[in-house]
T-cell receptor, first 112, second 110 residues
């Protein structure tokens, strides 16, 4: 049971580089989410996808784009990385809005 | 006012102690409620759902008071392994908005 799988687990980028974070879930969940968590802080929603084919902005979408490639996969792209985007990124999925979300184990991203 | 507010913590307790976490939420139409646990630098993991009638799982008891818009988590007989951050989570009404509290850090000491 893989659940939610994120790749890569660690990445170091230089300012201005681009990168795509991958997320895949095998639970046939409808909704998927991207969060960031800065040291000592809570989770902040970047983007979410309520269902295949739809995406919506969360609390902190600036500097990011997303693609819901199919029901299983939801990617997060940084077009021009900035040091302020250094963070841990978590992907989550859920079947319905009344259920708890399941998280991947995160991508630790450092931007120099 | 934040949509979900938790005790700021941290809580420092000895092994065997009982500790209570409190959480309030602002949207009276919220539909479902959860407690998550997050270990340092790890992903949040579901600890338990919170039901209107209250529910218990071993040493853990969760309560919901819809009238007061208040959720609680009680941990009895604390273990060293309970040291973590506890997140209160509220799902909004009719949509896909899930609000995570900032979390309360618990340190259980020998």
């Amino acid at each position: 049971n893989a659940g939610v799988t994120q790749t890569p687990k660690f990445q170091v980028l230089k300012t201005g580089q681009s990168m795509t974070l991958q997320c895949a879930q095998d639970m046939n969940h409808n909704s998927m989410y991207w969060y960031r968590q800065d040291p000592g802080m809570g989770l902040r929603l970047i983007y979410y996808s309520a269902s295949e084919g739809t995406t919506d902005k969360g609390e902190v979408p600036n500097g990011y784009n997303v693609s819901r490639l199919n029901k299983r996969e939801f990617s997060l792209r940084l077009e021009s990385a900035a040091p302020s985007q250094t963070s841990v990124y978590f992907c989550a999925s859920v079947d319905s809005s009344y259920q708890p979300q399941h998280f991947g184990d995160g991508t630790r991203l450092s931007i120099l | 006012r934040k949509e979900v507010e938790q005790d700021p913590g941290p809580f420092n307790v000895p092994e065997g102690a009982t500790v209570a976490f409190n959480c309030t939420y602002s949207n009276s139409a919220s539909q479902s409620f959860f407690w998550y646990r997050q270990d340092c630098r790890k992903e949040p993991k579901l600890l338990m759902s919170v039901y209107s009638s209250g529910n218990e799982d071993g040493r853990f008891t969760a309560q919901l008071n819809r009238a007061s818009q208040y959720i609680s988590l009680l941990i009895r007989d604390s273990k060293l392994s309970d040291s973590a951050t506890y997140l209160c989570v509220v799902n909004g009404a009719g949509g896909f908005k899930t609000i995570f509290g900032a979390g309360t850090r618990l340190f259980v000491k020998a």
